[in-house]
Structure formats: C-alpha cells, structure tokens
DNA sequence: CTTCTATCTGGAATCGATTCCACAAAAAAA
DNA sequence: TTTTTTTGTGGAATCGATTCCAGATAGAAG
C-alpha cells in the first residue's frame, strides 16, 4: 500500500505538500503541485481514509441501526437516507439488530468506536437503558418511529393514521370493524394503531367485540390465523377488518376469500404500511402509505444540520402519510 | 473523548499494559487488570476503532456495492451477507451505484481508501475498465451475480432457470409461449434468461413468432405494456408467457386479466425471481426463487476463506433455484 | 549459589495522514 | 531602499491505538 511518504519521495516535496495538494488548501506552486499530481496518476496512489480520520475527527460514515434488514420499511427507510448522505459524500455503516435490544446498545457502542460522524436508530421498541445510552452517546443522533425526548425525533403518526382509516371505514358505511394487530410493546405498530382504532370506534359510539381484537405476528399467515380466530368466535360478524400491516390484511383477506366470501362487499378490508404487495393483491389492498423514503430523507437532513451546525435541541418531525383507497373497501 | 493515555494515568500504568487488558493479549498480572479494568469500568472508556486498525491493519468493515438499494433482490442479498458477518464481528459498509458505472469505479476506490477488510460487488453489467480496476485491487473480493474470471463468484444459473422454465410449461402442454424480457445489456437477467428461452424453444423445435418477444423495464407497468404490445400484434396469440421479473410477469397477468381472459387456461403465466408478491396475488404466481440469501451467505463465506486464508484462486459458486409451481400455469 | 526461564512492565517506534509553526523567497507597499 | 505582506516549503508534533524491545523481578532448575 502506497503512503504519502512515498509519493513526497518521489515528487521530491514533503509530506507536507503532498498534503496540501491532495486537499486544495494552503499554498502551493505550479510547479510542486504538477509534481505530486503526475506522481499521484503513476502510482495510482490513494489516500488513507482511517489515518486522515484520525487525525481530524470525521470519518463521512453515519451509522444506521435497523431492527430487521431485508423489510420493505427498512429498505424503503436506507434508500431515502442514502439519497441524501451520498450527495454529500458520506457512507452508511449498517447494524443490523434482529430486533435483540441488547443489541441496540451494542451497536451504538460499536459505531462510536468506529466514530462515524452520526447515527439514526429506527426501533420498534425503546427501554430504559437504551434511553440512557442515548443521552450520553455525544453524537449527531436521530431516532426514526419512535420518540425519546430530547432528541431529534422523525415520526410517523400510527395513531392518526389508524383513526383516520376507521373513520374511512365509517365513511363508507360499514359499522362492525374488527381490529388485527401485533404486541403492544411494539409502541408504533402494536400500541400506538390500537389505540387509534379504539379510540376512533369509542368517538362514534361504536361497540368493539372483544373477539373482533387479535394479536398475531408480523406475517401473512398469522393475519390468515387472526380472521379465521374472528370469524369463528364472533357473535356478530364484522363487516370490516383493519389490519396494522399489510401482510396481515392479506393473510385475513385470504381466509375471507377462501371462506367463500367477497371483499368488500361481505366483509371489507384495509391494510397499513404502503407495500407493494397491497397494490398487486386482488382486489387491491387499501393501505396507508407512511412515505417512508420522505422519513429517511427528513432523518439523513436533520443528521446532517447537527454535524454541520451542531444544534442538539429537541426536533420532531412528523412524516405525513397517505391514505390509498383500493378497492378492497 | 477518551484516549487509552487518559485511562492508563488513571489507572497508574502505561498505556502498553491497558491496550494489554482490552486484548487479553500477553502477561499482565491480575493487579493490574484490576486496576485496568476498574478504570475503564468507571469511566465508560471506548477504545478508537480507527487507530486500531490503522496499526493493525484491519478495520473489520466489509464493502457492499450494490446496483440499487430498497430492491428485494438487495435486501435478501444483504440480509444474508449480514447473517454471515454479524457472527464474526464484521459490520457493512454501503455503497449504492444506483445503476450508475462509473460509480461503481469511484466506490471501489472509496473503499480501498478506507482499508475495508474485504469488498463484495453485485452488479448487473460489468465493462471492461471495471473488471480492469477489480483486478489491481488487491482486497479480499467476491463478485455476485456476474461472472469475473479469475476471481471468486458467487452466480446464479439464469440460463438453465429459464429454460427450465419453458420446459415446464411445454411439459405442462403449452407449445406457443411469449417471452418479456429486458435490455440485453443486462446479462444476467437480459441475455442469459432470454437465450435460455430461445434455445429451450428451438431444442422442442416450436416456433417464435417475433412479436411474441418484447423488452420491457424493471416494472409493473411495463410487463403490463409488454402484454399489450403482444397481443395486439401477434397472428397467433400465445397461450402462456415467461416474464424475467415477477413485476413484468404481474404486469402481464394484470393486462390478461383485464381482457377478461383467465390464467392459466387462456394464458398461462410465469415469473422469475421468487419475490413474495408473486405468492399473494392471484392466481399465485409460478416464479423462480433464486435463493438470494443463499448467495449472499456463500459470497460472505467466500469473503471470509479470503480473509482469513488468503487463497485468492478463481472460485465459481452456483446457487440453487427452486422452481415454485403456483396456479398461473 | 548461580543460571535460566517465565512473568510483568513501560519506553519508544509505528501506522498514515493533517496541521502548527518557523523560515525563506518573492512581491507589494511605504 | 526598506518594510511589510504574500507565497511557498518542510520539519516536527499530533491523532489513539499496537507492538517491539529492553529491563526488572521472581521462581525453577542445575
């Protein structure tokens, strides 16, 4: 590996100027600046990265903590931070946490190790210890999904979102609305579009059955398992069904489907999070589409505003949603 | 920020004695590891990643460069090389192209200049100056998706997965099969899966009308225009269709559909890529699943002989397909 | 009792850049 | 012509770790 020892050598100049060159700054001749150019396109030499971050403290490498690798959110969230951070030179360092909150704290010991010039966590779920090792990390820091005060915070609005497709749901006609959701110690997707839900059905002097209300899990099948639980418990069958993910309104439209019976006509059905799936399905899924590409951008800007100019107070930036009516209600 | 000089006066020895402690690496006696260990315990001390490794020579970073981020191709392929890495301690380094060659160039020297341990490429069109600058590199490095000779590769078989294809539609009765492809330039997805489709076709000595072979882009849409494109202009309309994408093959069913024809007794209807939308739309769609983490697992293993062993000769690593038979055919 | 080896320790060099500072030469201002 | 300013250059310190090496001490072997 070649040094810039090396090449002062061989332009016969000093490190010093080698420098200089390399960086456009300070004085520098014609001459000398000729030299170490010509000597710089023979040799093919390329600057060390690590020892020049050394010396000044910036490493252009923000790292970006993920709950899941290889989700449709987290792609869709990586994609708008890299738009924005590749213009301006710098590199995302992935960690990847498989949802182990342990992990979390790992990482952010990891990445301050390697002293990258920022990180954006996007959770799921937050505790107290992360919390504390938030506070006192002394890095350019943003949080995506979910709120630590303090911070700058980029968020979607769960709750709204939810209630706005009740409310969509009552629009239409359709009175009788099941709910199928995940764990509520998933703040945004568990408890935040639950409560929506709830609130939204109370608000309109809507009963809920409590077996019209399902936990599952993040996939398809579990939305398929959730219907049939609705279904077969139900006094009064619902003639709607929200689910907080698209895969499970897929998975509960498939049963209704497979049941014999026609969405939206006999039971309607909505879906949140914008997949691409929901606009393939038949019939197309109405779903709420968090722009979470709009999230990563707002998330990589704000970052960027701290390293540039060093304000750490708290922010919040709430990523409008859309919703997209399909006709599956 | 605290140095190991900071910590070793704390703990009243030398520097040597405290890098020995986080090592555990040489003779240290429990005294002093103690008296380290406290210190470090107290203060919260994080050693600096980046003057490790500039000594040491090993930042434990891997360099993904990528074609485009937020597809599922990409994320599948990380997700596996992350499973790989994670495990022993290596951290992904991103670096999106964005379809854009030259980038492709400047990140690989980017990377280099930040002594990244070991460089995986997943590109879809490789030129000639890029396989130039791959081979004076010098870095641990596996190349995915395409083939460069004399390194280490990690492919997938898109000549015999197409054919293989076509072969079970013929297998399954049908004789007129239209293709959708994409450019050329592509080889992978382009060349290669068109030519083993015109090659399966000509080993069954059944005839390819021209209009029955369009080209289309990486879309929905497109497979959709493409499927107009053939019906419009065919003599004899075709009673099944490949696509190489899932998106163009659900583009396609989409337009089949809405003439109100059925698939697959009018037209049947395959895909490639195994994409989870190809499973929930309906009729469920007949695709290829590439293993993608598959790949991405071996190119990390492959990554990692090199590190660790240093056997930089040519290596070819095929990855299984599995055909999924779904109702489209 | 001497010699050898194992254990322990820290000074100093090193990795490859940047940057402060001192100094020299040339150009501009007085 | 003298003084000041601008321009150009390189030596040496620095960033924060690792690691070579020399030296000290203690215990084991002869």
Redesign the pocket.
């Known amino acids: ?8 050598e061989r332009a ?9 060159v ?2 456009n ?9 000729r030299k170490v150019l010509k000597v710089i396109e023979e040799t093919g ?8 971050s ?4 910036k490493t252009k490498v923000i790292g970006v903590i993920l709950p899941k690798i290889s989700t449709e959110t987290s792609s869709r969230l990586v994609k708008g931070l890299d738009e924005i951070f590749a213009k301006e030179g710098y590199q995302i360092l992935l960690a990847n946490t498989n949802l182990n909150p342990e992990k979390e704290i790992e990482y952010l010991k990891l990445l301050k ?1 390697r002293h990258v010039d920022g990180i954006i966590l996007s959770a799921t779920n937050i505790n107290q210890s992360l919390v504390e090792e938030i506070y006192q990390l002394k890095i350019p820091f943003v949080m995506v999904g979910q709120h630590i005060s303090g911070m700058a915070n980029v968020l979607f609005d769960d709750y709204q979102a939810s209630k706005d497709m009740i409310q969509f749901f009552i629009h239409k006609g359709y009175q009788n609305i099941a709910f199928i959701g995940v764990t509520e110690e998933d703040r945004s997707v568990g408890y935040l579009r639950k409560l929506g839900y709830l609130d939204a059905m109370k608000e309109n002097q809507l009963a809920v059955e409590e077996s019209w209300v399902q936990t599952g899990i993040f996939n398809v099948d579990s939305g398929y398992e959730c219907m049939k639980t609705i279904m077969a418990t139900t006094k009064r069958t619902p003639d709607a069904v929200l689910a907080v993910t698209d895969r499970l309104a897929i998975g509960a439209s498939q049963y209704i489907k497979d049941k014999g019976l026609c969405i939206p006509k006999d039971i309607a059905v909505a879906g949140m999070g914008g997949s691409e799936l929901a606009r393939h399905i038949s019939p197309p899924l109405t779903t709420i589409d968090f722009s979470v590409e709009e999230a990563g951008r707002e998330a990589a800007s704000l970052l960027l505003e701290q390293i540039n100019g060093g304000n750490y107070h708290e922010t919040i930036k709430t990523i409008k949603y859309r919703l997209l009516e399909r006709s599956s209600i």
């Open positions: 590996m070649l040094t810039i020892k090396e090449i002062a016969n100049v000093s490190r010093t100027t080698v420098s200089r390399i960086n700054a300070g004085y520098v001749s014609e001459e000398a600046k030499y390329i600057p060390s990265e690590n020892a020049k050394l010396r000044t403290k190790s």
